[in-house]
């Protein structure tokens, strides 16, 4: 047996003895940690294991269809919740990152997943954490929103429930490398990190559905444009700055974009891509066609002193 596969068997047997006769349920975001969560869930207590993917109206284009039919396809049941009214109001106004975080953090554990423990009876939350979010939080970086009891959060006292982890030794490479083992398709193995407050760790400022709509088509361009790169992660940011621009001959007073390529084994330390300079030139047209973007920029600042996400 090689040690993956004894880590496999270890933690569906804790999921198994934690859970016993009971009901358990995780939030599936389609990202590699939860994914791998989800299959290990099932793998162990089968349908009494209930997997959701919440709408919060914050994922990429496209993002809760493709979730759901994936995990079809493996004979996984997914229930879609829509709950993008309640995310939206809770960041409506706020523009501090470590605030915007909090309100992701609190709408999702104690709102959106208090209210299916009501409703389902289930008494455990299955959750994806991996070391790299635990390591991040506890040393101020930034707080990572799956992070609790690391933060001497109870999530039993304050929410009603237990959350299990049982991924929280294992880094990135790791979690893929398990995902394999268990049959995920490279699909989803392969996929690149994707934050768990999703697009709003993508926009400096306030998220507003606005906003969202145009990190959101920002997004698709450079997730096509640099598909064929092989690299840890890319993303668009959009910031909270204006800069003067001219479009059809007037001034504009417009958005600004910022493109980030990376290259990572586990997201401690990170490197900028060097990306083709006629590929950089096309996604910039790209992006400055968007309605009120007239700058776009690369971000060339590795991780430190950087972080990869901007929020």
Known sequence: MSDWEGFIEQQTAFIRDAVGEGLAINALSGGVDSSVVTVLGHRAIGDRLKT??????????????????????????????????????ALAGLTDPEEKRQAVTSTFYRDVFGRLVRQTGARFLLHGTILTDIEETVAGIKRQHNILAQLG???????????????????KDGVREVGRRLGLPRQITDRMPFPGPALATRIVGEVTPERLATVRAATAIVEEELAEIETFQY???LLQDKATGIRDGRREYGEIIVVRCVDSVDAREATAVEVPWPKL??????????????????DLTPKPPATIEYV
């Open 52 to 89: 959701v993917f919440i709408d919060n109206a914050l994922m990429r284009e496209g993002e809760p269809e493709f979730v759901v039919e994936a995990f079809a396809a493996l004979g996984i049941p997914v229930e879609r919740i829509d709950a993008r009214s309640e995310f939206l109001g």
């Open 153 to 171: 959060i109870d999530p039993e006292q304050q929410y009603g429930y237990r959350v299990l982890e049982p991924l929280d030794t294992l880094r």
């Open 235 to 237: 993303l668009a940011v």
């Open 281 to 298: 030139h096309r996604i910039c047209q790209r992006i400055t066609s968007l309605d009120g973007v007239n700058r776009c920029l690369y």
